[in-house]
């Protein structure tokens, strides 16, 4: 709570200029020799199998246990169940400071274990580009933390934030008695490491190194700001019910660079399809 009084609390600025190119999104940012897809995947998956010829970085297989919701299940390379979800995303930086990031600062930020979590497809497409107003995960237990970890990436990057985030950032936390500023080790594991790891060949022709996914025209036309109502933020929207938040398109954070299809297990909290997404961060100015 004290993080978060102490970022300052403006309006959304428009997204002009926006380009997700700029970030470096997917790229091997830490130098490890393996790409930041794998490296989540190498971190938050369990029951890891791994490439044979892939110097220990691509993940064949393994198990999640699903923070947004609270569910565990099987990955398999090609699956579309699981995309890499940027906690504070892109484009939702980009309107509260990052705009005035170096190109070197923004790749930090998109590439930053402290920023990236491996979750349910139709989750991460469900929240989008939302901020803490419009999205919560549907999990009520990690609310807590995924609110912590929000205002920890805030900080460090000195984002600010919109009044309707902050008024729902302290809803929850006022839940969360003594729940700490999030400090806790998030760095990516080396190549070849990670939970009760194995190795195999793989099964089909592979590369061996996740393939960018498809581009989004959405995302291409972002710098466009016309209709843009985000510098009005809503209150009332702090609920997770509220469902995609139109904003940071999925495309392209596929582990696989596959373009999600299937959706997660039937326990989704919310399975229903989500809209298809378009290049702003509020529903109703940036469709």
Known sequence: MSELNGLDVRGKDYRTGYDPQEFDWRSDADHNGCD?????????LDELVLEAGTNGCTVAAGRL???YLGDSYDFERGSSKIEIDHIVSRSNAWQTGAAGLTYDELREFSN???NL??????????KSGGDAAAWLPPNEDYRCEYVSRQIAVKQKYGLWVAAAEKDAMEEVLDLCAGQPSFNKDVDWPQPGEGDSV??????????????E???DPAEETAGNPAGDSSAKDSAGDSSAAKGSEAGDSGAGDSPTGESPAA???ESAANPTTPATE???DDRRGER
């Open 36 to 44: 930041t897809p794998n490296d989540v995947l190498r971190r938050d």
């Open 278 to 280: 378009s290049a702003g």
């Open 213 to 215: 996914g498809p581009s």
């Open 65 to 67: 246990d699903d923070k």
């Open 198 to 211: 194995t190795t195999e060949s793989a099964s089909q022709e592979s590369s061996g190194e996740p393939s």
């Open 112 to 114: 930053d274990p402290l």
């Open 117 to 126: 979590l491996a979750v349910s497809s139709t989750l991460k497409r469900q």
């Open 263 to 265: 959706p997660p297990p």
